[in-house]
């Protein structure tokens, strides 16, 4: 019912720029949590960043912390990752995901993914 999509991946070099975008058919809940995550082959998936859906309190992990920007507009029903000064490491495939009330699961709407390479 709930359908995210990906877009705005693409190949840059380092110290490039890129933005992602994540567009919700519609609203999820009133209240919601969006995430940003992303795996490279062989890994596992890694949590980069989250903003609830009022656009409270921003969270990072420690390996993107000042390079990326999370950001959400409700007119469009989109969340925004800027990435700044990217890093070969940043390569992988980004996905966003939608936590929702009852908030039990860690998230229950993934997106399909977009491609980030990263090259040196």
């Known amino acids: 019912q709930v359908q995210l999509v990906e877009s705005g991946g693409g190949t840059v070099q380092a110290g490039g720029s890129l933005r992602l975008s994540c567009a919700a058919s519609g609203r999820p809940a009133n209240m919601y949590r969006v995430g940003w995550l992303r795996q490279a082959p062989g890994k596992e998936r890694d949590f980069v960043a989250q903003?609830?859906?009022?656009?409270?309190?921003?969270h990072y992990a420690d390996s993107v912390k000042g390079r990326f920007t999370i950001s959400i507009d409700n007119a469009k029903n989109t969340v925004y990752l800027q990435m700044n000064d990217l890093k070969p490491e940043d390569t992988g495939i980004y996905y966003c995901?939608?936590?929702?009330?009852?908030?039990?699961?860690?998230?229950?709407?993934w997106g399909q993914g977009t491609q980030v390479t990263v090259s040196s």
């Open positions: 903003i609830f859906s009022y656009g409270g309190n921003p």
């Open positions: 995901a939608v936590d929702v009330p009852p908030f039990v699961a860690e998230y229950d709407y």
